[in-house]
């Protein structure tokens, strides 16, 4: 059995109104699935690696429904506990041209928020595998979640994993008593890659890039240089620190780029792709780190390579409904290699 990529959170129940319409104005809701680490999760899969998603579900037929809906994407489940009253729920509003899109979320009490140190067997869930991932949501959902994700972390350091975490902050989940600023310090000490979007630094850690401006598109590479080193200057374990770069002229219209630094001095800056039109940009993130994590893990050292990857798949990902980026490493590559036509596959 070749070595796998473990992730850990909260898989959701995604209900969508159709198209663009406003959730006021929804009869109707589309129903997947998604959440941080099951994105990373399908993304791996898709690609042909191998990877196990740990959550906590109810034992009940929804959990069994989103337990099938993972099922379709390959992603081994060996390691799910079941328990606890509820599967969270999102609630997602496509946004277009100049109104963003809106999420509200209903995940109070759920199973994984309910969940506690002790009932995931760490020990099992890492057997046979070679790195372990995570995001920052998971820690802002409860106590127990993130008394669970250190336990977790420390568990594959112990093991000798490789470790990485997206520091996804979410302002409207830290709500059970500590901050991202008191929490996440403890779990990246303990990560060897980081992975964050143009703010994430500065809402978490308080370090901003110098002269930019996300809301109107200026987003320069070069400003992100200092992110990272300040970033690995705090946290020494730390070998790889990459950055998204968004530039967001609007909600159908967005630039998209990224960046790589690596201890060993290197800084890699990819292509910027022009999205337009933006078909779904949730999961977008998450797309860039499964593509990073396979293609470092495919192409050991080849930093550039995995950059380009990763910001390629993740570009893609804007054209795809859903939270999962249903995309091929072919499909991929061939973005990289320059095929941006969209001309008709026969």
Same mark, same amino acid.
């Given at each position: 059995?070749?070595? #796998?990529?473990?992730?850990?959170?909260? /898989?959701?129940?995604?209900?969508?109104?159709?198209?663009? $319409?406003?959730? &006021?104005? +929804? %009869?109707?809701?589309?129903?997947?699935?998604?959440?941080?680490?099951?994105?990373?999760?399908?993304?791996?899969?898709?690609?042909?690696?191998?990877?196990?998603?740990?959550?906590?579900?109810?034992?009940?037929?929804?959990?069994?429904?989103?337990?099938?809906?993972?099922?379709?994407?390959?992603?081994?489940?060996?390691?799910?506990?079941?328990?606890?009253?509820?599967?969270?729920?999102?609630?997602?509003?496509?946004?277009?041209?100049?109104?963003?899109?809106?999420?509200?979320?209903?995940?109070?009490?759920?199973?994984?928020?309910?969940?506690?140190?002790?009932?995931?067997?760490?020990?099992?869930?890492?057997?046979?595998?070679?790195?372990?991932? #995570?995001?920052?949501?998971?820690?802002? /959902?409860?106590?127990?979640?993130?008394?669970?994700?250190? $336990?977790?972390? &420390?568990? +594959? %350091?112990?093991?000798?994993?490789?470790?990485?975490?997206?520091?996804?902050?979410?302002?409207?989940?830290?709500?059970?008593?500590?901050?991202?600023?008191?929490?996440?310090?403890?779990?990246?000490?303990?990560?060897?890659?980081?992975?964050?979007?143009?703010?994430?630094?500065?809402?978490?850690?308080?370090?901003?890039?110098?002269?930019?401006?996300?809301?109107?598109?200026?987003?320069?590479?070069?400003?992100?240089?200092?992110?990272?080193?300040?970033?690995?200057?705090?946290?020494?374990?730390?070998?790889?620190?990459?950055?998204?770069?968004?530039?967001?002229?609007?909600?159908?219209?967005?630039?998209?780029?990224?960046?790589?630094?690596?201890?060993?001095?290197?800084?890699?800056?990819?292509?910027?792709?022009?999205?337009?039109?933006?078909?779904?940009?949730?999961?977008?993130?998450?797309?860039?780190?499964?593509?990073?994590?396979?293609?470092?893990?495919?192409?050991?050292?080849?930093?550039?390579?995995?950059?380009?990857?990763?910001?390629?798949?993740?570009?893609?990902?804007?054209?795809?409904?859903?939270?999962?980026?249903?995309?091929?490493?072919?499909?991929?590559?061939?973005?990289?290699?320059?095929?941006?036509?969209?001309?008709?596959?026969?």
């Amino acid at each position: 059995m070749q070595p #796998f990529v473990v992730t850990f959170g909260e /898989i959701m129940l995604r209900l969508q109104p159709p198209g663009y $319409e406003r959730i &006021r104005q +929804a %009869r109707s809701f589309e129903v997947v699935y998604g959440g941080g680490e099951a994105n990373v999760a399908v993304s791996l899969a898709n690609y042909g690696a191998s990877a196990r998603f740990v959550t906590r579900l109810p034992n009940n037929d929804v959990g069994e429904a989103c337990m099938a809906y993972l099922r379709q994407y390959n992603v081994d489940l060996s390691a799910v506990a079941r328990g606890g009253d509820r599967l969270g729920i999102y609630f997602c509003e496509n946004g277009a041209a100049q109104r963003g899109s809106k999420v509200i979320y209903d995940r109070a009490h759920s199973s994984l928020a309910t969940i506690q140190p002790g009932m995931i067997d760490w020990d099992a869930a890492f057997e046979g595998a070679d790195w372990f991932h #995570f995001t920052g949501i998971t820690p802002a /959902i409860s106590q127990g979640a993130a008394e669970t994700c250190l $336990e977790a972390a &420390r568990a +594959a %350091r112990a093991k000798g994993l490789t470790i990485s975490c997206d520091l996804n902050y979410r302002k409207n989940l830290w709500k059970w008593g500590k901050s991202a600023a008191e929490v996440m310090p403890g779990l990246v000490e303990l990560c060897d890659i980081a992975v964050g979007n143009e703010e994430d630094a500065e809402k978490v850690f308080g370090i901003k890039a110098p002269e930019v401006d996300v809301q109107s598109g200026k987003v320069s590479a070069g400003a992100y240089r200092y992110v990272a080193e300040q970033l690995a200057g705090r946290f020494q374990r730390l070998q790889s620190i990459a950055i998204t770069l968004r530039g967001s002229l609007s909600a159908s219209h967005n630039t998209w780029s990224g960046v790589l630094w690596q201890r060993s001095g290197e800084f890699f800056t990819a292509p910027t792709y022009d999205i337009l039109p933006i078909v779904d940009r949730v999961g977008g993130g998450d797309a860039f780190a499964g593509g990073l994590i396979y293609a470092l893990r495919a192409k050991p050292g080849d930093g550039d390579y995995a950059l380009r990857f990763a910001v390629a798949a993740s570009c893609l990902k804007h054209s795809i409904l859903g939270d999962f980026n249903v995309v091929s490493k072919a499909e991929v590559e061939a973005l990289m290699a320059g095929d941006a036509s969209g001309r008709v596959s026969r």
